[in-house]
């Protein structure tokens, strides 16, 4: 199934408010009716996926590394560890561009690696590259 760039729904794990409301702003430039669920760390993203119906996925998850309780690499290995969690596609979106961090990401399963950009303007490129892929150009399993 297609999702709808007209109102995406982005799940995005994120403990920085300043980041969360830059992805945000970037989006909705890019897709105007981008909708978001927040969660500061891996531990609610996946408290919140645990009782989620498969047709309430979302289009993707951006997932940061370093976050309290539950960092990015935990998250991200019961998220496709998991049988009906593992296609959704999560894109590591991170300061760190540090080979380590990148091939352990790889190796647990995630779609794609990102280091956030310095900039507003590198945030709007970052979500225009993300919605031509993700949104316009993959294809996604059918959901429910």
Not at 45 to 65: C, G, Y
Not at 112 to 137: C, M, Q, V
């Amino acid at each position: 199934m297609r999702i709808s760039t007209s109102h995406p729904l982005i799940f995005v794990a994120e403990d920085d408010p300043d980041d969360r409301e830059i992805l945000k702003e970037a989006f909705r430039d890019v897709i105007l009716e981008t909708r978001f669920q927040f969660f500061e760390n891996g531990q609610k993203l996946l408290e919140h996926l645990s009782v989620l119906d498969q047709k309430a996925f979302p289009a993707f998850i951006l997932l940061d590394l370093n976050m309290p309780v539950m960092n990015g690499f935990e998250a991200l290995e019961v998220i496709k560890s998991d049988p009906l969690l593992r296609v959704i596609p999560v894109l590591i979106l991170t300061t760190s561009s540090n080979t380590g961090d990148i091939w352990k990401s790889y190796q647990l399963g995630t779609n794609s690696y990102f280091t956030k950009p310095r900039s507003f303007e590198g945030f709007t490129e970052l979500a225009r590259a993300i919605e031509r892929y993700w949104l316009d150009s993959a294809r996604l399993p059918v959901r429910g």
